[in-house]
């Protein structure tokens, strides 16, 4: 039977969609700033891991009862341990390398607005 978008009555063999569906997801580690915590989840989807940026001031009561401003990192239960290992790495670097963080995050800024113009 002839559809909209297939008018002169061939059917097309369809693929069933499957979605992914990473699971529940988990707290792997907490960053101190918004800067460190993009960082952080930048190296998660370079390797492939789903990630979550989780503030814990969001909405009226959040800011009430966390009035340090701080982010979690969620990820895949399923990828726990290897988001830990690398998260730890990834920030063990930061730390021992401030200005060059610094430098990182201000590259990402700058090609974060090039990409908005």
Known sequence: MADLLHPDGTEQDEIPETPIDPGDFELVMSADDSMEAGLLADACEEAGIPCILQSPRSGAVG???????????????????????????????????????????????????????
Do not use: H
């Open 63 to 117: 800011t009430i009862a966390s009035p340090v401003e701080s982010f979690n990192l969620l990820v895949p239960k399923q990828d726990l341990d290897r988001a830990r290992s690398l998260l730890a790495e990834r920030k063990a670097a930061l730390q021992a390398d401030p200005e060059g963080a610094q430098r990182a995050a201000e590259e990402e800024e700058a090609a974060g607005e090039a990409l908005k113009s």
